[in-house]
T-cell receptor
Framework: DAGVIQSPRHEVTEMGQEVTLRCKPI?????LFWYRQTMMRGLELLIY????????DSGMPEDRFSAKMPNASFSTLKIQPSEPRDSAVYFC????????????FGSGTQLSVL | TQLLEQSPQFLSIQEGENLTVYCNSS?????LQWYRQEPGEGPVLLVT?????EVKKLKRLTFQFGDARKDSSLHITAAQPGDTGLYLC???????????FGSGTQLTVLP
């Protein structure tokens, strides 16, 4: 079975450019999560969706970040304009949606903003 | 605001040694999950503990949930290089679906 698929695996861009990260959750999973991981701040929840609807976006750093889930099999996280401090590994995870459910993580997107 | 602390932050040991890492909080949790993350990959679930005082074993790994459900520990017996990774705890409150992760313990097991 395919797990959570993220693309690209690595992204290097210049400050001010738009960055779009993509995620395909596991089929049948109702919840999707975007996390950001850095050495300084660890693994931070940015936003999560349930049944394609954003439920909690309190972790989104600022207006430069936006996330969409147009259907059950696809989500994007967009940064516009990007800044060097956005450099991090961005993970997408999905679950069946109930409490205590296991989160399945993708392999992440390593973003470097120069 | 809940305070979640994992300790130690870094741990380097020789193959064959035993170790314990901790996850402590000032809040009571309904459940807690432990994940392991290897370099270049996302975290992978090891176990979920739900009941205060619960002990779960996964081969050489023993997980315990504190009686008051505010803390948890992970004990590894006879560590192997394959145990190397970042161990993250993720407590859950109520029926919340989203997980907040601790800062993790980076374990290195030297051959």
């Amino acid at each position: 079975d395919a797990g959570v698929i993220q693309s690209p695996r690595h992204e290097v861009t210049e400050m001010g450019q738009e960055v779009t990260l993509r995620c395909k959750p596991i089929s049948g999973h109702n919840s999707l999560f975007w996390y950001r991981q850095t050495m300084m701040r660890g693994l931070e929840l940015l936003i999560y969706f349930n049944n394609n609807v954003p439920i909690d976006d309190s972790g989104m750093p600022e207006d430069r970040f936006s996330a969409k889930m147009p259907n059950a099999s696809f989500s994007t996280l967009k940064i516009q304009p990007s800044e060097p401090r956005d450099s991090a590994v961005y993970f997408c995870a999905s679950s069946r949606g109930a409490a205590n459910e296991k989160l399945f993580f993708g392999s992440g997107t390593q973003l470097s903003v120069l | 605001t809940q305070l979640l602390e994992q300790s130690p932050q870094f741990l380097s040991i020789q193959e064959g040694e035993n170790l314990t890492v901790y996850c402590n909080s000032s809040s009571v949790f309904s459940s807690l999950q432990w994940y392991r993350q290897e370099p270049g990959e996302g975290p992978v679930l090891l176990v979920t503990v739900v009941t205060g005082g619960e002990v779960k074993k996964l081969k050489r790994l023993t997980f315990q949930f504190g009686d008051a459900r505010k803390d948890s520990s992970l004990h590894i017996t006879a560590a192997q290089p394959g145990d190397t990774g970042l161990y993250l705890c993720a407590p859950q409150r109520g029926s919340a679906r989203q997980l907040t992760f601790g800062s993790g313990t980076q374990l290195t097991v030297l051959p």
